[in-house]
């Protein structure tokens, strides 16, 4: 899914999902139409829920989820790193037969680090991982109470994909669907890797 996808509910029932600027201005509404009524906005990326600023007009609620998302600007101090490129220097602590094998790698051991990194983040078993987080922390939040969600979790995490369907089942169809697409990596890699 695009990272900047969001998804909101109210209660069980999906009431946007799309760019982050729609959702919040679908948001925007539903809170000006019934500021009782609760809503929760996800980040499909990550799972985990979006804050959002409600205050003022729907442009200002607009602008200030642009900004959010907008790159940080620096000051006139010249940032470590290599910032056109957009590095961050942080420290990193290995063995010194780390450092002897990095030191012997083509492109050095900043080069080398970044692409284990990059090959890291796109396995397939990364990406397994991901998906499963993702799913579960929206189903904690939205599904935490329905039944089964326990035997769905423990589906989840151990790639059963016919079980964790059928766990599903009894659920509200828009929870059921958004968990489902979700969690679609957790099971289509899973059963990559077990070919």
């Known amino acids: 899914m695009s990272e900047h996808h969001w998804t909101a509910f109210a209660g069980h029932r999906c009431l946007a ?12 509404q539903t809170h000006d139409d019934d500021p009782e009524r609760q809503v929760v906005v ?3 990326a990550t799972g985990r829920q979006v804050d959002m600023d409600l205050r003022g007009s729907m ?10 998302a ?18 961050t220097a942080r420290e990193v602590t290995l063995l010194p037969r780390h450092w002897e094998w990095l030191a012997r790698q083509p492109g050095g051991a900043s080069g080398t680090l970044r692409r ?15 998906a499963q987080a993702v799913a579960d922390r929206f189903m904690v939040v939205v599904a935490g109470n329905l ?3 326990e035997d769905a979790a423990r589906a989840l995490y151990a790639g059963d994909a016919a079980r964790f369907t059928a766990c599903l089942e009894p659920w509200p169809r828009d929870v059921r669907e958004h ?7 957790a099971f289509e890699t899973g059963a990559k890797r077990d070919a």
């Open 70 to 87: 907008r790159p940080p600007t620096t000051s006139g101090k010249r940032p470590v790193g290599r910032p056109r490129l957009g590095v």
């Open 147 to 149: 039944p089964g969600y």
């Open 179 to 185: 968990a489902l697409r979700l969690a679609r990596d």
């Open 17 to 28: 999902a799309g760019p982050r600027d729609a959702v919040a201005r679908t948001v925007k």
């Open 59 to 68: 442009d200002d609620v607009v602008e200030r989820i642009a900004a959010d």
């Open 42 to 44: 996800f980040d499909d």
């Open 116 to 130: 284990l990194v990059e090959a890291a983040r796109v396995s397939p078993e990364a990406r397994r991982r991901q």
